[in-house]
């Protein structure tokens, strides 16, 4: 299903014009800002949630974090 929706026709151009850059129709660009919003929102809400994070927690948060960092950094080097 499609539909209209109203936007001013330099915004419309403006996102034409990046469309074509990436070889994308306006419908999968739209699509791609939504997606690269939502990612957006959900990495600042984390950030909130770990700066919100106290006490033993955040000890094992940290301790967690580290150890899959190295365990990342062991598999790249295998």
């Known amino acids: 299903m ?3 929706i ?3 026709d330099g915004l419309r151009d403006h996102l034409k014009v990046q469309a074509a850059r990436d070889g ?5 660009h ?3 800002l939504a997606e ?3 990612r957006a929102h959900r990495l600042s809400e984390l950030k909130t949630a770990i700066a919100d994070t106290l006490g033993e927690d955040s000890i ?3 301790a967690e974090t580290t150890e899959w960092e ?5 598999d ?3």
């Open 76 to 78: 790249a080097t295998a």
């Open 70 to 74: 190295r365990t990342e950094l062991a």
């Open 36 to 38: 690269a919003d939502d």
């Open 2 to 4: 499609t539909t209209t």
């Open 60 to 62: 094992s948060y940290s």
């Open 24 to 28: 994308l129709t306006l419908g999968a």
């Open 6 to 8: 109203k936007v001013s």
């Open 30 to 32: 739209l699509a791609r």
